[in-house]
Nanobody, 124 residues
């Protein structure tokens, strides 16, 4: 499975960005996609995830109420809509895909495939 993330950039605090991630290749091998991020000097952290089959979406505490994850199965694409951005959201955002069990749906260990990352910088 190959993942292509895009949409990053420089935005002012309070602004919005939408990150798409397109999956290609052996997509029968995955049933969930997610987003993680890594800020300079920090460990990678979970942001959001969902399953292709529908059901609930999962969001981390720091982004709940500001970010949303959605999917377009016909396009094999997952989107991360980021609103009310804050400087602390500055990070490289990584798209991930896999077949995590429920206990791993918010853990990077549950995702086998990773994209190259896209930089999001929020200026104060």
């Amino acid at each position: 499975v190959q993942l292509q993330a895009s949409g990053g950039g420089l935005v002012q605090a309070g602004g919005s960005l939408k990150l798409p991630c397109v999956a290609s290749g052996s997509i029968y091998d995955i049933n969930a996609m997610g987003w993680f991020r890594q800020a300079p000097g920090k460990e990678r952290e979970f942001v959001a995830s969902l399953r292709y089959s529908g059901g609930p979406t999962y969001l981390s505490g720091p982004v709940k109420g500001r970010f949303a994850i959605s999917r377009d199965n016909a396009k094999n694409t997952v989107y991360l809509q980021m609103n009310s951005l804050k400087p602390e959201d500055t990070a490289v955002y990584y798209c991930a895909a896999g077949a995590p069990i429920i206990s791993q749906i918010m853990e990077d260990s549950g995702f086998k495939y990773w994209g190259q990352g896209t930089q999001v910088t929020v200026a104060s």
